[in-house]
């Protein structure tokens, strides 16, 4: 079992220093968060993560994060149609590489 652990350990080492998706999703402990909530709901907004992560994560920490994500083409901002003031974050363009993420670490753990 140790030995799974450090096969992810390595992995995820291995991608802070690429320049790809990969080590933007994995750049901080926060940016993780922040990506695997946004991945994991149809629709999520700025308010929405600031009350999932609990206080936890400034708004400011958050804030930036999802700017740098817009602004590098690895998230989406979309305006609600009913309400102009809410706007949701998507990230359905790292879809393939976060399936292929998971699917490596579900072969290890195997």
Known sequence: MRNKFSKIANDLVSHVNDSGELSFIF??????????????KEKITFE???KVTKSTVSR???????SKGVKLGYLKKFIDKNDKRKKYFSCEQLKPILDKWHNQQQRIFN
């Open 48 to 50: 929405d993560l600031c």
């Open 27 to 40: 750049k901080t402990k926060v940016h993780v968060i922040i990506i695997f909530y946004i991945y994991g």
């Open 60 to 66: 400011t920490t958050i804030q930036t994060i999802l």
